[in-house]
């Protein structure tokens, strides 16, 4: 059982924005960076967000991350087809000593 | 820069099995490296951590005592050795490499390999 918190699922339509959350404690989230994964089907996990709001070289604006106390949000702006998709966000945990995901959010375009 | 992994396959309830992580296109030794696993239908699971030493290693309480992280920095290559699988273990496994440097308590993990799947079962 994950100690990080999202939403299952969330959807809207083609060019309009979802947010995602991630909800933990501060043991993790409250003290550590929160990155941000996305994982299409089939395929390996890809680093979207690392230290809650920066972005890898290739990926889009389009993709926002934030945090706050014990909380942390993914962003998607224009929303396109090709971002269905599993995301997962994830921190160290300075109690367990050990790495934490979220129990994953999908995302379905409408 | 790639991670590629091999060694999976069938094993029976008990059995053992050792994992196998081979890096190019980076300092191998200048980053800790992770496994992360993801059972069928399910969400990802970290498994264990490693330092870019190899001298600190941490593990989910979920396979502690059963799985041991270790590295060879002289070979760019990364393991996981398994021993009293459980079904529960049934998974595609995922070798990373942090992005934080040789630390380990630095989780974001930017590079992945393709995954190589293992199944406790008899």
């Known amino acids: 059982q994950s100690v990080l918190t999202q939403p299952p699922s969330v959807s809207a339509a083609p060019r309009q924005k979802v947010t995602i959350s991630c909800s933990g404690s501060s043991s993790n989230i409250g003290n550590n960076y929160v990155s941000w994964y996305q994982q299409l089907p089939g395929t390996a996990p890809k680093l979207l967000i690392y230290d809650n709001n920066k972005r890898p070289s290739g990926i889009p604006d389009r993709f926002s991350g934030s945090k706050s106390g014990t909380s942390a949000t993914l962003g998607i702006t224009g929303l396109q087809t090709g971002d269905e998709a599993d995301y997962y966000c994830g921190t160290w945990d300075s109690s367990l000593s050990a790495g934490v995901f979220g129990t994953g959010t999908k995302v379905t375009v409408l | 820069v790639q991670l590629v992994e091999s060694g999976g396959g069938l094993v029976q309830p008990g059995g053992s099995l050792r994992l196998s992580c081979a890096a190019s296109?980076?300092?191998?030794?200048?980053?800790?490296m992770s496994w992360v696993r993801q059972a069928p239908g399910k969400g990802l699971e970290w498994v264990s951590d490693?330092?870019?030493?190899?001298?600190?290693?941490y593990y989910a309480d979920s396979v502690k005592g059963r799985f041991t992280i270790s590295r060879d920095n002289s070979k760019d290559t990364l393991y996981l050795q398994m021993n009293s699988l459980r079904a529960e273990d049934t998974a595609i496994y995922y070798c990373?490499?942090?992005?934080?440097?040789?630390?380990?308590?630095?989780?974001?993990?930017?590079?992945w390999g393709q995954g190589t799947s293992v199944t406790a079962s008899s």
């Open positions: 296109g980076f300092t191998f030794s200048s980053y800790a």
């Open positions: 490693v330092s870019g030493s190899g001298g600190s290693r």
């Open positions: 990373a490499k942090k992005a934080g440097g040789a630390r380990v308590f630095y989780f974001a993990m930017d590079i």
